[in-house]
């Protein structure tokens, strides 16, 4: 019994400096200007253009490499705690441990309206483009490793609950309070300024997503175990019990990418993008599509993961 006291104030107390270290870092480190590297692309020179503000760009035959002088306009950085795309520490802390060669190409601020003309979607550059547009940047980086971290242990909380308690109604009302609590605290984090933020995955949206997490599961066990429905959750089972081969395939997109390279004509006419939009067409609706689209692909792999079962095939490490 003081073993397991021992252990849940431990954790407690790593969750809490890890929480610590990183609102540190994130608002206390200094983010200088910086450079990096693009593909020379043929439209890169001319979506780099800020009138009258002065940038270095040097051509080689493979790269253009940009240069932002301070205190010339944006995007100058120099700043502390800035959570905006070009400045932010979590992409300084990655550049100088990593290097950018290591960091993910195609980040999600590149589907924002300052870098797609097809926002909330990736496409081409828009004129007068900023230049981090086309800056690699890793939104599971050291910095965000941090938070995935303390979610990870409030997930073993929520495993340990189920341990040490037998009731159902003890468990749920346990878990009930934890979620509520995240949900309330991450509520206050965004009020005070901490925005809801995946790509930096901010202290907000780490609570807010566990405990939105956490009413899930409250709601499954009781289907599943307290109710004894459990037909509707087949599908997350058959997933659980292959959830490599799932991860691998969907998360990874490398399935997805495969049917993207089929297409008729042109890329842009291939499996997935037709069918997305005719869900945005037989909806009326961009994002109503989108979301049927994404439960399409839920049912898919679900269906995928239960072919396997039936087969006996399992991947595990």
């Known amino acids: 019994m003081i073993a397991n006291q021992f252990l849940r ?31 020379n692309e043929s439209s890169s020179l001319s979506v780099l253009n ?18 932002v002088q301070e205190n010339r306009g944006p995007p100058c950085c120099g700043v502390r705690g800035s959570l905006e795309p070009p400045c932010n520490a979590v992409g300084l802390i990655d550049r100088f441990i990593l290097g950018e060669s290591h960091l993910y190409q195609r980040p999600v601020y590149k589907r924002t309206e300052e870098c797609s003309i097809n926002s909330p979607d990736y496409g081409p550059l828009p004129p007068n483009a900023p230049s981090w547009c086309l800056a690699p940047f890793d939104p599971e980086g050291l910095l965000s490793s941090l938070m995935a971290a303390i979610t990870c ?29 995240l949900l309330v605290l991450g ?6 300024g901490v925005p809801l933020s995946k790509p930096l995955y901010t202290l907000s949206y780490m609570c807010i997503t566990t405990g939105a997490s956490g009413i899930l599961l409250i709601a499954m066990y009781y289907t599943a175990d307290v109710i004894n429905i459990r037909k509707p959750m087949i599908l997350f089972q058959w997933m659980g019990l ?56 839920i049912l898919l792999w679900g269906l ?9 095939m399992y991947i595990k490490l």
């Open 9 to 39: 104030l431990h954790r407690r107390v790593v969750v809490f400096l890890l929480g610590i270290l990183y609102m540190a870092l994130l608002y206390g480190l200094y983010v200088p200007d910086w450079t990096f590297k693009v593909v």
């Open 50 to 67: 800020y009138g009258t503000e002065t940038q270095t760009v040097s051509i080689s035959s493979y790269y253009v490499i940009l240069v």
């Open 153 to 181: 242990l409030m997930g073993l909380q929520y495993g340990h609950i189920m341990v040490h308690y037998k009731g159902h109604m003890q468990r749920m009302i346990i878990w009930l309070v934890c979620s509520s609590s």
């Open 187 to 192: 509520y206050v984090f965004t009020v005070i």
């Open 242 to 297: 292959n959830a490599l081969i799932v991860y691998a395939l969907a998360a990874c997109d490398i399935f997805p990418a495969a049917l993207q390279g089929v297409y008729w004509r042109s890329p842009e006419n291939n499996l997935i993008t037709a069918t997305e939009l005719l869900f945005e067409t037989a909806l009326h609706s961009e994002k109503w599509g989108k979301l049927a689209f994404v439960l399409l692909e």
């Open 304 to 312: 995928v993961a239960g072919f396997f079962h039936i087969k006996g």
